[in-house]
């Protein structure tokens, strides 16, 4: 199995940052894509960036100059570093990464379990 831990969420106020990290542990050969998409209340989840393991990032027009997202191959990690938080990125942030875990099957998707990030006004 794989397990994806969230960790670096919380309470923040508006303006101020938070640094989010989620390492992938388990049995992993490669892992090409990691990510965080995140859900607001009342929401559907929602891509906020991605990155491959060649460090083409993409992100969504709401993190876009406000959010920097990288990764630590050998760590298996991903980070997300937000900046000027704002009350609407009130979520919880779920992290994302395709894994192979074996050279005959294809990589498969696996989640975190979640961190909350709140923004205060």
């Known amino acids: 199995q794989v397990q994806l831990l969230e960790s670096g969420g919380g309470l923040v106020q508006a303006g101020g940052s938070l640094r989010l990290s989620c390492a992938a542990s388990g049995i992993i050969i490669s892992i090409n894509t990691m990510g965080w998409y995140r859900q607001a209340p009342g929401k559907e989840r929602e891509l906020v960036a991605t990155i491959t393991n060649s460090g083409l990032t993409n992100y969504a027009d709401s993190g876009k100059g406000r959010f920097t997202i990288s990764r630590d191959n050998a760590k298996n990690t991903v980070y997300l570093q937000m900046n000027s938080l704002k009350p609407e990125d009130t979520a919880v942030y779920y992290c994302?990464?395709?894994?192979?875990?074996?050279?005959?099957?294809?990589?498969?998707?696996?989640w975190g379990k979640g961190t909350l990030v709140t923004v205060s006004s």
């Open positions: 994302y990464a395709d894994v192979r875990r074996s050279w005959t099957l294809r990589p498969t998707d696996h």
